[in-house]
């Protein structure tokens, strides 16, 4: 079992370093005159505490309210696919009301719940299908309409 606690931990960091890395964090030393770091990644405005624009190493664009680097409130999403989310957030994740859409594919309009469909929502499909009702972390719960 020890093993798997040092794997986990091992992977958490890994993680953690790729987000960073992603956000186009910079490391400071000591003796730096502006320890604030660069957000490379931050297209117009202020992306660390602000109102801003970010594109992410896979051309996704994030317009929102940032707190802390990671969108908080209402905002925006484009996905590189054309696809889009518009909504709030909450420490970064797709939190609260909100519109995803996949284009050709499929439209979610509801609640979310740390960037999974979770309570009551409306999933419709390209082909006329739907269902609406509740979620639970990013599937149907229950019958549905």
């Not at 117009?44 to 990671?70: M, N, S, W, Y």
């Amino acid at each position: 079992m020890r093993f798997a606690k040092t794997e986990a931990i091992s992977a958490a960091l890994l993680l953690a370093f790729l987000f960073t890395e992603a956000l186009g964090a910079q490391n400071t030393g000591p003796g730096q005159e502006d320890p604030a770091p660069v957000d490379e990644s931050c297209k117009e405005g202020d992306c660390v505490g602000g109102q801003g624009t970010r594109i992410l190493p896979d051309k996704t664009e994030i317009k929102a309210t940032f707190k802390g680097g990671l969108p908080e409130g209402p905002g925006q999403i484009r996905y590189p696919d054309g696809g889009t989310y518009n909504g709030n957030f909450a420490a970064g994740y797709l939190q609260g009301r909100g519109r995803r859409v996949w284009p050709g594919r499929a439209t979610y309009e509801g609640h979310w719940n740390k960037s999974r469909m979770h309570g009551q929502g409306w999933l419709s499909f390209a082909n006329g299908s739907s269902y609406k009702g509740q979620f639970r972390m990013g599937l149907a719960d229950g019958p549905g309409v």
